[in-house]
Every structure is written in C-alpha cells, then in structure tokens.
C-alpha cells in the first residue's frame, strides 16, 4: 500500500480588517465599568487591528487592579470556532509592539487561551516580561503545575516593527503548545525564537476553548510601566489539522 501524507491543516479563519470589521471576533472587552464613553479602544486603522490601552483604564473585574482591551474569539461567517480536546490548532498572525508597550514585573497579556463557559485559565499567554532589568517576550503555560515556559525571548529587538508569530496547539488535560517568532514578514524572516513544550494543561472542560487578543495587564507594576500604549496585529489566520502550513 503507498504511504500518504498527512492533510494540509484547513484555513477556517482568516478575516480581513476592512470587510469583516470587529465582526472577526466573538466581541470586545474593554472600558467594561464605561468609565471613559467615546473613547476607542478596539478598531480597524488601515490593513490592521488597532488595541488602545491608557493608564487610567480599569477593568470591572479583579479588585481596581488591572486593565484590559481585548477581542475574544474567532468568527466565520457569523459562526464561532471552537477548539476542541484531541484537535490541533495553528493560529498566526503579524505584530507590532511599540516601543510604549513595556515588559512588566506583573502580568501583562497580549495573547491569552481560555475555555468559555467555565473561564478556566488562561491555559497559555504571550507577555512582554522582565527577567531582571530585561524585558522578555514570554510564552507561557500559565495553568500547568510550575507555569513552565514554552519560549522566551529579548524584546528589545522585535519593538517597533512588523514580526511574524505562530502558535500550534493540541487541545487538551495533556495537551502541547508550540511558540515561534519570527524577526519580520514572510516565511524568510529569520526566526528568533521557536519553543515546544508538552503535557500541559489546555482542556476544552467539556466546552470550547478560544483565543483572546489585545492587552491585559497588571496596574501593581512600576508606574513607569503603565503608560498610554497599543498592539497592532494583521493578517489573522486560523487552521486546524495536522501538517505544514502554507507559507507566504
């Protein structure tokens, strides 16, 4: 019998900022106390997605200690993706994090996995970091026993640029995260950072889980550090099943 190759993953997502809007994403979290009505937080500017952040947003939850302007989700066609246990996802994209988005001695998120009825996680988060006087670009499995890292590294050289990002996941209590950055666009930027680890802790919990997009971050860390800021990301795509990817 000839041996096959496995599938190609399946495009599911792969919205485009001026036709699909926010109606790319399940909905938007932001100025959820409506402290600050009028003002922008989420929206399309150009050929990508603009997250506005200011140092005197609140979030409603926690206890006045945190901040957050985040999409959640991914839409086709009115219809909501849901990852599931046993599945494999690959979800990239292309950043831009400005000088004004600092690495952080408490948390603060810019990509976030979750399960949505329960809330539980977040199972794995991107961070702009501080090891020391470093900041770090951390990928992380924030709900597996250590909060071991998937990928780590210096920052300073991906700010104020246009970088590539790729994450792979298989859904589940035993589950696997892969973390790849790349220092530009297109499948020949040089990748600065490529992280796997297994046995962590990603489960579906008898749901969904779903991605979140944006910045949420800790007010506890130097005032310095918290500061008018903002994420700029573009070329969402969304696959699922098992192989190489298409490059660009």
Do not use: C
Request: net charge negative.
């Amino acid at each position: 019998m000839p041996a096959f190759a496995p599938a190609a993953p399946q495009l599911l997502w792969s919205p485009s900022p001026s036709s699909d809007g926010l109606d790319a994403f399940e909905g938007i979290e932001a100025d959820r106390a409506n402290l600050h009505p009028g003002r922008k937080y989420v929206y399309v500017e150009g050929d990508h997605y603009r997250f506005d952040i200011y140092k005197d947003d609140l979030d409603s939850t926690g206890d006045g200690d945190r901040q957050r302007t985040e999409s959640k989700g991914m839409v086709t066609d009115g219809d909501y993706l849901s990852m599931h246990d046993g599945e494999t996802w690959s979800i990239t994209y292309e950043m831009y994090i400005p000088s004004t988005l600092h690495g952080t001695s408490h948390f603060t998120h810019i990509f976030q996995l979750k399960t949505v009825a329960t809330n539980g996680g977040p199972w794995i988060t991107l961070s702009p970091s501080r090891s020391g006087s470093t900041e770090i670009l951390r990928a992380q499995a924030d709900s597996t026993s250590g909060n071991p890292a998937i990928a780590t590294t210096n920052l300073a050289p991906l700010r104020d640029k246009w970088i590539t990002v790729q994450w792979t996941f298989t859904i589940g209590a035993k589950g696997t995260a892969r973390f790849v950055a790349r220092n530009g666009t297109g499948s020949s930027a040089p990748v600065v950072v490529d992280g796997t680890k297994s046995n962590l802790n990603i489960p579906d919990q008898d749901d969904r889980v779903r991605p979140k997009w944006g910045i949420y971050r800790s007010i506890e860390s130097a005032s310095s550090d918290i500061i008018d800021t903002h994420l700029l990301i573009r070329n969402y795509r969304g696959y699922r099943g098992t192989g190489t990817l298409p490059t660009s």
